[in-house]
């Protein structure tokens, strides 16, 4: 079945450093692919998304692009905050009613 | 515009005790997700409803039963708790395949 493997975490940076969060997934056909974001207390909060290869998204200073020949959603950021102190979660859907495939989470600790 | 609501948002229940929990959606989506999120093991998938009427089970359905009698309402009950539920569980919704879900703030739930 489908599934999604991130980078374990935790991650700890400091302020200002670059970000990445390795995703690959295993799925068959075109998923899209999402990151999710679940900061202290929340529940998840939708990041950013790409639905077709080389399909890039981007909200809040961060980016994936959709690798099909990697099988990869990598996260980045080139300069975080620590307010980005949370857990990430990668996500794949496959095509029809599936329900959402999700990573473990990956949590990142940002220090001033 | 509140979104999705959960509740309660805290319970102690004791092995045995049954509860429900009460996930409500103002968005009129169609489709509806129970998960439970433990240490380690990222968001597992308990049932999902794709309309009123209708519900599916999940990556770990066993000890949950849910029902789906109101569009706007999915609720997840545990007939006979135990520890091995502990958990934080999560409700989400989403319009169509393919759309973001929207996620509750969470229901912490310990089992002694």
């Known amino acids: 079945g489908d599934s999604v493997t991130q980078m374990e975490g935790p991650v700890t940076l400091s302020e200002e450093a670059f970000l990445t969060i390795n995703c690959t997934y295993t799925?068959?056909?075109?998923?899209?692919l999402f990151w999710y974001v679940q900061y202290p207390g929340e529940g998840l909060q939708l990041l950013l998304k790409a639905t077709k290869a080389d399909d890039k998204g981007s909200n809040k200073g961060f980016e994936a692009t959709y690798r099909k020949e990697t099988t990869s959603f990598h996260l980045e950021k080139g300069s975080v905050q620590v307010s980005d102190s949370a857990v990430y979660f990668c996500?794949?859907?496959?095509?029809?009613?599936?329900?959402?495939?999700f990573g473990k989470g990956t949590r990142l600790s940002v220090i001033a | 515009n509140a979104g999705v609501t959960q509740t309660p948002k805290f319970r102690v229940l004791k092995t045995g005790q049954s509860m429900t929990l009460l996930c409500a959606q103002d968005m009129n989506h169609e489709y509806m997700y129970w998960y439970r999120q433990d240490p380690g093991m990222g968001l597992r998938l308990i049932h999902y409803s794709v309309g009123e009427g209708t519900t599916a089970k999940g990556e770990v359905p066993d000890g949950y039963n849910v029902s789906r009698l109101k569009k706007q309402n999915f609720l997840l009950g545990l007939e006979s708790a135990a520890p091995s539920q502990t958990s934080v569980y999560f409700c989400?919704?989403?319009?169509?395949?393919?759309?973001?879900?929207?996620f509750g703030d969470g229901t912490r739930l310990s089992i002694l």
């Open positions: 996500a794949l859907r496959g095509p029809g009613n599936t329900p959402l495939v």
């Open positions: 989400a919704s989403t319009e169509q395949v393919g759309q973001p879900q929207h």
């Open positions: 799925a068959t056909g075109y998923p899209s």
